[in-house]
């Protein structure tokens, strides 16, 4: 117990920031010093303790700041951290400062001004060839090979492989929506499919993209032998527009 009541920690700590001598030296008698990433600059035990200028008496942001950079560039007790493993430490600073400053136990939360560094953005990583027919055939089997909601899936992997369209701009889709300049020709172009097909985006931005055969063959498979199954499951009194339907003939969602 706390002097201000029971204190129940739900996880196991990862890492511990110590700002106190009693408890740092009590944080390596118990084992746990291998958590231990920093401690204030008034803890002297055990030898091996990270110290830090951190204190318990005067938090600052400049000594803060400082413990982040020498994280990130390291010294001759540690080699330099990766921003993650920064911002992991850092983390455990915020989070001390912000309950001592909520418990009374310091005037400001100084420590809610450094920001912990920003993990690099790495690309996604694109899926091959052989993984995405593989994905289609699997769509396309289900449970009942030749059905409808196969027949939908593989076109919806299709139309999503061959246009490049985000999953809400590809349930967003409209019949109107199919064959957009090619209108002048009839609904199907004057080859044989819609070259091209409208999606709205983010901010009801619209873009006209192209379609190509193996995609329209299974939107038209699609559309032909599947849809019109789907919409029959529809009570509704209007049928959706929605190119691609749920068992209850209703737009398809994410």
């Known amino acids: 117990d706390a002097g201000n009541g029971a204190v129940t920690i739900d996880a196991r700590p990862v890492k511990i920031v110590s700002v106190s001598p009693t408890a740092t030296e009590m944080l390596f008698a118990i084992g746990a010093g291998d958590q231990v990433v920093a401690v204030d600059d008034q803890s002297s035990y055990p030898a091996e303790a ?41 983390a455990a600073v915020r989070g001390l400062h912000a309950f001592a400053a909520a418990e009374g136990m310091a005037g400001a939360d100084v420590a809610s ?5 920003a993990p690099p953005r790495r690309l996604p990583r694109a899926i091959g060839v052989a993984e995405v027919e593989r994905l289609i055939v699997a769509a396309g089997a289900g449970d009942e090979p030749g059905g409808p909601r196969p027949l939908r899936d593989r076109a919806l992997l299709e139309l999503l492989y061959g246009t490049g369209a985000r999953i809400s701009e590809a349930v967003g889709l409209d019949v109107d929506d199919l064959g957009i300049a090619d209108r002048a020709d009839g609904p199907g172009g004057s080859d044989g499919w819609p070259a091209t097909l409208r999606l709205s985006g983010k901010g009801g931005k619209q873009r006209i993209v192209p379609v190509g055969r193996y995609a329209w063959e299974a ?27 749920n068992a209850r003939g209703g737009r398809l969602t994410r």
């Open 219 to 245: 939107l038209d498979a699609h559309l032909v032998r599947a849809r019109p199954a789907l919409a029959a499951g529809s009570r509704r009194a209007r049928p959706s527009p929605a190119v691609f339907l």
């Open 113 to 117: 001004q450094v920001r912990p560094p």
């Open 50 to 90: 990270p110290r830090t200028a951190l204190s318990g008496f005067t938090p600052n942001i400049e000594a803060i700041a400082g413990f982040l950079a020498e994280l990130r560039e390291g010294g001759e007790e540690h080699a330099p951290l990766a921003a993650s493993s920064a911002a992991r430490a850092v």
